[in-house]
Every structure is written in C-alpha cells, then in structure tokens.
C-alpha cells in the first residue's frame, strides 16, 4: 500500500534520513580508506612491487572475490529486502528468527567453502595466475597465502550478516566502522608480527584474517543493543531463509560484477612483472571515493528503497533513487576528474617510498587513468542495483552482469597485447559503462521513468562546476616539484593547494548555477549546525 503522507514532505524527509546515513557511513569509510592508505604505504614500502607483493594480492583476490560473491556483495543485497519487509510486515521475534537462521545457514555454508579452498587452493592458484610458473617460489607462496587467508571469508560473511540487521533498523555507525578494525590489524601484523617470520609477507595473512574477525566483532554490542543478536537456529527450510536464497543465487553474478571483472584483470596481468600490484594500487585509489561516497549512499539508499518497495511505493521510489543518482554523479564526477589529472602526484606522494620505485610509480598512475574513465559508472552500478534488489528482481542484474562480463573478457584480449596492464584497466572500465548502461535501459521498463529532466540537468550543472577543478589540478600537476626526488613537504603542500583550490571552485561554481544538490546538503548542514548550537 503506498503511503498516505505528503509526497514532498515525505519524500524530504527519506531523502534527508538518506544523506545522514551516508554521511555517517561517509566519515567511517573516510576513516577507513585513510587507514587503508597508510596500510597500502607500509605494504608498498616493505615490498614494493616484487614477488612477494605480487603474491600477496593473487591469492589475496581468491577470498576476496568469494567475499563479494557469498558475503557483502550477494549476502547484504538479497538479506536487507527481505529483513526490511518482515519488519514491515510481521513481529520483531520473526525478523529476529529469519536473522538467527540466515546466520547459521551462511555459518554452515561459508565454513565448508573454507574448508574446500584450503584444500584445493593447489588447483585454484594457478588458475587465478597462469603467468606464475608452475611449480615455481613465486607459485608456492601464493598457494600458501591463498590458504592462510581462506578463513577471512568465514568471518567477513558473518560480518555481513550483522551489517544487514543494523542497516536494516537503520544503526549504520557500527558496521560502517568496522573496516577501521581490519586495517588496524593489518597494519599492526606487519609491524609487529612480519619480524617473526621468515617469510614477512605471511605476517600480512594473518593480519586479513584477524581483521576479518575484528569487524565481526565489532558490530555485536550494537546488536545486542537493538535485541537481535544472534541465536543458533538450524532451519535451512525458514521461508525467509529460501527467499533469501532465491534472491542470492543470481545476485552472485549480478552485484559482484565489478569484482568479477577485476579477477579477469588480475588473471590476465599476472602475464606482466607488476602488473597485478600495479592494478591493485590503481583500484584501491579508485576505491577511495568510491568506498567514501559511492559505497556509502548505495548501502543509505538501500533500506529506504527496500521499505518503499515493500510498502508498494513506487512514486517515492523513483524519487529517491533519482535523488540518488544525482547525488552520487554531483560528488563522483569531479572526484573522477580530480584521479585523471593528479594521478601521478598523488600516487608519487603516497607510494613511492623504500622499495616502490618511480617506474612503480608509473605503471600504477596508468593504471589510476585508465580505471578512473569508469568511476562514475562504478558507483552509479551500485545504486541501480540497489533499486533492482529492492524490487526483488535479481534476474535482471545477472542477465546484464554477463553481457558486461563478457565485454570486459572481449576488450582485455583486445587491449592487453598494445597497451598491457593499462589496457586490462581499461576494459574494466569500459565493462563497467556498458553495465550501467543497460541495467539503466532494464529499470525504465520496471518505473517507466527516472525524471530524466532533472538527472540531465543535475549532471549538466556538475560538468560545468568541475571546470575550476581541471583548471587548479593541471596547474599544480604541472610544477616542477613533481620531478624532483624527495621534497615530501613541499608535495604535501601543493597537492593539498590543488584540493583546497578544487574544492572552493566547485562548491562556488554550484552556488552561482543554485544546484539543488548543494542547496539541499548546504540546508542540511545549517540546520545540523543549529541544532548543535541551540
């Protein structure tokens, strides 16, 4: 039954309760992404771009893509539509059972995937990295790596689980933060444990698999605190329970398509010295603003979307998805723009030290160029699919998640022969475009309109308020510090100018063509201001 408020009040009111949750997850991923740099530097640092690092990030993809595949990805898409409509419709001890159940049936699943990877890690290995010789050091240290961090996958799908109840009831702060806890212990294993071992990068194993269970962890005070922690409760028959499974099944395919295309990347670069850790620095850059922003209004955006599908809402529906993704292309854009023309200062600035060398330093830059054409689609596919899900269509997602699979394999045989790892980069990217394409092309027939004319007009007004941004960017992009050795403060320094200065413009620009988006954020922010004050 749709609601019988005001739309435009309540349609405010969503789209506010929207912002603040992205903000809150906005500050954690920052937060997070910040401590994820600082990991990245210690890693580049002490390993540089050898062997060892190459392993590291082959069999660290294995966990990680199942992780997209049965936990966050999969997982939190098809549990939070179906936890958000037993809210919506039945008592908080069935919501609370349908929670206790898709946790001890993902417990039993995800242990045996475990148990299989570590003894078939063997055989995956050299499927992952066929550029890795057989039977070679390289090899075999990857192997043993893939295995050390199998159990990861055990503890970030729990993590999953209680990351969609508290999304759900709409408590992000203790799932939003839980990545912090994850790079600590990365961080910390590779100074604190990396000495006792002969081999230093195993430290790092480790470090993933107690950060995995760090940010489950994490997240129980905050479900105690609401009433839904979690009870053994072994009925894999639960009718939420098969929903759930009914809608994940595709949805491993459908959502993860971003890391499936990556995994053709790092498959095919492992023919290249470099190249996969070259991809890895590249994505992680990429992953800043999109973690920061794209990921954080997509995880806000679901539960409401979720809600107003369950309650047969569709006009507020497409109102706050269009909300959406005017707000994610009016923050992505120049952020994209920004990547493209200070790929290399910024890459220079935080990588290059000890082992990471100035040829590191350009191969990953090509890599930040090339993934960064995509950006905006990269978000943009997570708030399309959220819109899919809430709906409870996951067919579609799969569908287009093959076609844009099948472009990036296509294009990456294309491009890897003249362009090499940069060329795999950018099939990911032009992968990506051809995703958001078409699952934008599906949801018109599902909503029969997005408001197009303020889409249009919302990303029309960005484009032209990115223009001081390219302007500062190259300006400070072209110094000549940036080909000097050394010199880290005066670097910090105009780096921090070129953001200053990109930030002022765009925001001004925005204020003199009376953005909606700003308008909206700037009332926002005084009236924070002046609840805090009163």
């Not at 919501?95 to 995937?113: H, K, R």
């Not at 599902?446 to 300006?475: D, F, N």
Request: with cysteine; glycine share 8%.
């Amino acid at each position: 039954m749709a609601s019988d408020a005001d739309p435009s009040i309540s349609g405010h009111a969503e789209r506010s309760q929207v912002v603040k949750a992205a903000g809150i997850i906005g500050i954690a991923t920052f937060s997070s992404r910040i401590l994820g740099f600082i990991r990245d530097m210690v890693l580049a640092r002490l390993f540089g771009a050898g062997a060892a690092a190459d392993a590291f990030f082959v069999a660290y993809r294995i966990p990680n893509l199942l992780r997209e595949l049965f936990a966050e990805g999969s997982m939190s898409a098809a549990f939070i539509p179906i936890f958000s409509e037993y809210l919506a419709k039945r008592s908080k001890r069935d919501a609370w059972e349908l929670a206790s159940a898709a946790f001890t049936t993902l417990l039993t699943i995800l242990t045996g995937v475990c148990v299989l990877g570590i003894l078939t890690a063997r055989w995956i290995v050299p499927l992952i990295a066929p550029g890795f010789s057989e039977g070679s050091e390289k090899q075999a240290l990857t192997i043993l790596l893939a295995q050390i961090m199998f159990p990861y996958l055990l503890f970030i799908g729990l993590s999953a689980v209680a990351m969609g109840v508290l999304n759900s009831i709409r408590r992000f702060a203790a799932p939003a933060f839980s990545p912090v806890m994850f790079n600590i212990a990365i961080i910390g294993s590779a100074f604190l444990l990396a000495p006792l071992f002969d081999q230093p990068i195993l430290a790092v194993a480790v470090g993933v698999v107690v950060g995995g269970l760090a940010q489950f962890l994490i997240q129980l005070p905050a479900l105690n605190k609401a009433g839904f922690l979690f009870a053994w409760r072994f009925d894999f028959n639960h009718d939420g329970v098969r929903r759930i499974g009914w809608l994940m099944a595709p949805a491993l395919i459908g959502l993860s398509v971003t890391q499936i295309n990556v995994l053709v990347s790092t498959i095919l670069a492992s023919f290249f010295p470099g190249g996969p850790t070259y991809l890895f620095y590249g994505m992680r850059l990429i992953q800043f603003p999109l973690g920061v922003f794209g990921v954080a209004l997509a995880t806000a955006v679901l539960p409401s979307l979720s809600m107003q599908a369950a309650q047969g809402d569709l006009s507020a529906l497409r109102h706050t998805l269009s909300f959406g993704l005017r707000l994610i292309f009016f923050i992505i854009f120049p952020a994209m723009i920004g990547l493209i023309l200070l790929r290399v200062p910024i890459v220079q600035l935080f990588f290059e030290h000890g082992r990471f060398s100035a040829a590191d330093t350009a191969g990953t830059a090509q890599a930040v160029f090339a993934y960064a054409i995509g950006l905006w689609a990269f978000a943009g596919v997570r708030i399309i699919v959220a819109a899919f899900y809430a709906l409870q269509d996951t067919r579609t997602p799969v569908l287009v998640a093959g076609i844009a699979l099948s472009a990036n394999i296509a294009l990456s045989m294309a491009l890897m022969g003249p362009l090499q790892h940069v060329g795999l980069a950018l099939a990911t990217a032009l992968a990506a475009i051809v995703n958001m394409s078409l699952l934008i092309m599906f949801l018109v027939r599902h909503l029969e309109t997005l408001g197009w004319k303020a889409i249009l007009a919302s990303h029309a007004r960005v484009v032209a308020a990115s223009v001081p941004i390219a302007v500062a960017c190259l300006w400070v992009a072209g110094l000549e510090v940036w080909g000097r050795p050394e010199n880290w403060i005066a670097k910090t320094v105009m780096l921090l100018v070129a953001i200053g200065l990109s930030v002022a413009g765009y925001v001004t620009a925005h204020a003199l063509l009376r953005s909606e988006e700003m308008d909206f954020l700037w009332d926002l922010v005084k009236r924070k201001v002046g609840r805090t004050l009163s």
